[in-house]
């Protein structure tokens, strides 16, 4: 006997929603966080492919985040304007399944591949003279291709043991996109299962890689302390400067929103904070490695210049 239990084909994604009128003013400073986006995303892409100087490890790593970044707000954004503009909010269950899944498993992803770039600034800093030999086509592939495939097994069983439980009546998800714990919210059972999933997940999924990003800076800071000059020393560190930047502002915001106590009170503040670590990133990632990398500040000045000069 399922009881109060009902079979949910559709959710409706309350979002921003708000009697003041504000959803055309979100609406824009979405569609804007959007487009910049894709476009600082993209053109760290074509840059990379198309600028033979960066073709190194460093920039394949790079190349594979901005893929990552385009393929993760692509989920989550487009749906959030539309529900901004229409008055329809609704989501299929299917397609709330494969909304968190995507973002579980991009998440899990771009941990490990921050970890693989950690892993390169290591090697090129703390033995430059084998980084060649080491950092070789098939192990940066590998690595990707292991970034990519870790978080795979974790997340599509979280996704599937949230979505193969049963929901209470309501179908309202108080939240922009599916988020883990605004679906486990809504469901009826026991959610044990569901947390002590989410422990190994952290631990496997986010413990790890953050803890091979902090052993590698270890080593890094103490092979550029022993750099005698100071110019020596600020162009080592300058090389994994913006790889530290965006490992912070990823780290930080998802920190700032899954350790923080969950309480009804704060759902809105929750729906905010969680802004700081699904748009937050995409955007600012791509502007980081183009202003605080000068081979990248280079390139693009290549492409932009021929334009500029005929104005």
Same mark, same amino acid.
């Given at each position: 006997?399922?009881?109060?239990?009902?079979?949910?084909?559709?959710?409706?994604? /309350?979002?921003?929603?708000?009697?003041?009128?504000?959803?055309?003013?979100?609406?824009?400073?979405?569609?804007?966080?959007?487009?910049?986006?894709?476009?600082?995303?993209?053109?760290?892409?074509? $840059?990379?492919?198309?600028?033979?100087?960066?073709?190194?490890?460093?920039?394949?790593? /790079?190349?594979?985040?901005?893929? /990552?970044?385009?393929?993760?707000?692509?989920?989550? $954004?487009?749906?959030?304007?539309?529900?901004?503009?229409?008055?329809?909010?609704? $989501?299929?269950?299917?397609?709330?399944?494969? @909304?968190?899944?995507?973002?579980?498993?991009?998440?899990?992803?771009?941990?490990?591949?921050?970890?693989?770039?950690?892993?390169?600034?290591?090697?090129? $800093?703390? @033995?430059?003279?084998?980084?060649?030999?080491?950092?070789?086509?098939?192990?940066?592939?590998?690595?990707?291709?292991?970034?990519?495939?870790?978080?795979?097994?974790? @997340?599509?069983?979280?996704?599937? *043991?949230?979505?193969?439980?049963?929901?209470?009546?309501?179908?309202?998800?108080?939240?922009?996109?599916?988020?883990?714990?605004?679906?486990? @919210?809504?469901?009826?059972?026991?959610?044990?299962?569901?947390?002590?999933?989410?422990?190994?997940?952290?631990?496997?999924?986010? !413990?790890?890689?953050?803890?091979?990003?902090?052993?590698?800076?270890?080593?890094?800071?103490?092979?550029?302390?022993?750099?005698?000059? *100071?110019?020596?020393?600020?162009?080592?560190?300058?090389?994994?400067?913006?790889?530290?930047?965006?490992?912070?502002?990823?780290?930080?915001?998802?920190?700032? *929103?899954?350790?923080?106590?969950?309480?009804?009170?704060?759902?809105?503040?929750?729906?905010?904070?969680?802004? !700081?670590?699904?748009?937050?990133?995409?955007?600012?990632?791509?502007?980081?490695?183009?202003?605080?990398?000068?081979?990248?500040?280079?390139?693009?000045?290549?492409?932009?210049?021929?334009?500029?000069?005929?104005?």
């Amino acid at each position: 006997m399922r009881g109060n239990w009902s079979t949910v084909n559709t959710f409706v994604l /309350l979002g921003f929603s708000d009697p003041s009128g504000l959803e055309g003013l979100f609406f824009s400073i979405f569609l804007t966080i959007y487009c910049l986006t894709l476009t600082g995303n993209l053109l760290i892409i074509i $840059i990379t492919l198309a600028n033979q100087a960066l073709h190194s490890p460093m920039y394949f790593f /790079l190349r594979n985040l901005s893929c /990552l970044e385009i393929c993760c707000t692509s989920f989550i $954004i487009p749906k959030m304007l539309e529900n901004l503009l229409l008055k329809d909010k609704t $989501i299929s269950f299917t397609g709330c399944a494969l @909304q968190m899944s995507v973002f579980l498993i991009t998440g899990a992803t771009e941990c490990f591949l921050l970890a693989a770039m950690a892993y390169d600034r290591y090697v090129a $800093i703390c @033995q430059p003279l084998h980084y060649a030999l080491i950092m070789s086509k098939r192990v940066c592939s590998g690595l990707v291709a292991a970034s990519w495939l870790a978080g795979i097994p974790v @997340q599509l069983g979280q996704t599937f *043991v949230v979505f193969s439980s049963h929901f209470c009546g309501s179908n309202e998800i108080n939240h922009f996109f599916c988020d883990f714990p605004a679906m486990v @919210q809504l469901v009826c059972e026991d959610t044990s299962i569901n947390e002590e999933l989410a422990l190994v997940e952290v631990a496997f999924l986010g !413990f790890i890689p953050f803890a091979l990003i902090f052993l590698s800076y270890m080593c890094i800071s103490s092979t550029i302390l022993k750099i005698p000059s *100071v110019e020596g020393r600020r162009k080592a560190f300058s090389t994994c400067s913006s790889h530290l930047m965006v490992v912070m502002l990823f780290y930080g915001s998802g920190i700032t *929103v899954y350790l923080k106590p969950k309480t009804k009170h704060f759902e809105d503040t929750d729906k905010l904070l969680s802004l !700081f670590y699904t748009i937050l990133p995409p955007l600012l990632n791509p502007l980081i490695y183009s202003l605080r990398n000068r081979e990248v500040h280079v390139a693009l000045k290549k492409v932009f210049s021929p334009h500029c000069s005929l104005t």
